[in-house]
């Protein structure tokens, strides 16, 4: 049972690019999110989904779009990548015992 | 809006020695409350959660924490560390899981960098 697994685990991008973090979770959970990992400030969520085709905006979305077109897959898009971004990236889905199972992490640095 | 305070951004403790960890929570109805652990360079990990009911809860690895409704409280401890609990640990707190209603979220602390020292 892989969990959640988050690709790529690094990546560096020019300011301007775009890229996509992929996210894929085995575990047939409806709720999927994406949070946002910066010293200091704790995880902040960027948007998640209640179930396919349903999504909705977290604490700090701009700058972001996502997507959920079946259960297993939630991909987080950069649309124009900007040094504000540089940040580390978790993926979780909600198990029903409340908890949240979190992927291992994509390290992005935005130059 | 909810918020969750923790106190101490880094924590050292001597391997062998008790740990208590500090988490103040500012929540409007009942709280659901957690404490998930990140080991260096990977996701984070439920330690344990309070719901209800007892309000001494146990988690994994040997800890447990309390819910305190009078301090707005729920903090962490280990009667005795092991060099392996060197992590960044993370309050939270939130709605019932699986229900959101509207922009309620689930909150989470800045951390805790716990070092422990042979």
């Known amino acids: 049972n892989a969990g959640v697994t988050q690709t790529p685990k690094f990546q560096v991008l020019k300011t301007g690019q775009s890229m996509t973090l992929q996210c894929a979770q085995d575990?047939?959970?409806?709720?999927m999110s994406w949070y946002r990992q910066d010293p200091g400030m704790g995880l902040r969520l960027i948007h998640y989904?209640?179930?396919?085709?349903?999504?909705d905006q977290g604490e700090v979305p701009n700058g972001y779009n996502v997507s959920r077109s079946t259960t297993e897959d939630f991909p987080l898009r950069l649309l124009s990548a900007a040094p504000s971004q540089t940040s580390v990236y978790f993926c979780?889905?909600?198990?029903?015992?409340?908890?949240?199972?979190f992927g291992e992490g994509s390290r992005l640095t935005v130059l | 809006a909810q918020s969750v305070t923790q106190p101490d951004i880094h924590i050292t403790v001597s391997e062998g020695a008790s740990l208590e960890l500090r988490c103040n929570y500012s929540?409007?109805?009942?709280?659901?409350l957690f404490w998930y652990v990140q080991s260096p360079g990977q996701g984070l990990q439920l330690l344990l959660k309070?719901?209800?009911?007892?309000?001494l809860v146990q988690g994994i690895k040997g800890f447990e924490a309390e819910f305190k409704r009078s301090q707005s409280s729920f903090n962490l401890r280990k009667p005795s560390v092991h060099w392996s609990d060197a992590a960044e640990y993370f309050c939270?707190?939130?709605?019932?899981?699986?229900?959101?209603?509207?922009?309620?979220?689930?909150?989470f602390g800045t951390g805790t960098r716990l070092t422990i020292i042979p």
């Open positions: 979780a889905s909600l198990g029903g015992s409340g908890e949240l199972f």
């Open positions: 575990m047939n959970h409806e709720y």
């Open positions: 989904s209640v179930g396919a085709g349903i999504t």
């Open positions: 929540y409007g109805a009942t709280p659901y």
């Open positions: 309070y719901f209800s009911g007892d309000t």
């Open positions: 939270a707190v939130g709605p019932f899981p699986w229900v959101v209603f509207g922009n309620e979220k689930l909150t």
